[in-house]
Nanobody
């Protein structure tokens, strides 16, 4: 079973940047799509970004397009989320997830992912 550990969260001012990392252990994630989701207090978990198993396509929520970039390093078994031009509404706990289906594209639905990290807090001050 895969274990995912997120890091890189913190407190940043609006307009700033953060880079989140998600390191996988237990099994390789190289043949699975990966994604980032986030959950703000009192709100449901929402899709942020996904990346195809081979890294050749990505997908983003409209709210982060042009500001966030998802990438993966197969050798390091790691997925990243570069977040630029952060806004207070980006404040949330960010989770990475590994897809259920190997050799698949990313997906926006949480049910399509069966491995989750514990999350990392991102707080953006105005």
């Amino acid at each position: 079973q895969v274990q995912l550990i997120e890091s890189g969260g913190g407190l940043v001012q609006a307009g700033g940047s953060l880079r989140l990392s998600c390191v996988a252990s237990g099994r390789t994630i190289s043949i699975y799509p990966m994604a980032w989701f986030r959950q703000a207090p009192g709100q449901e978990r929402e899709f942020v970004a996904s990346i195809k198993w081979n890294g050749r396509s990505t997908d983003y929520a409209d709210s982060v397009k042009g500001r966030f970039t998802i990438s993966r390093d197969i050798i390091k078994n790691t997925v990243y989320l570069q977040m630029n031009l952060l806004k207070p509404e980006d404040t949330a706990v960010y989770y990475c997830a590994v897809g259920r289906t190997p050799y698949a594209s990313g997906n926006t639905f949480a049910r399509e992912y069966d491995g989750w990290g514990r999350g990392t807090q991102v707080t953006v001050s105005s």
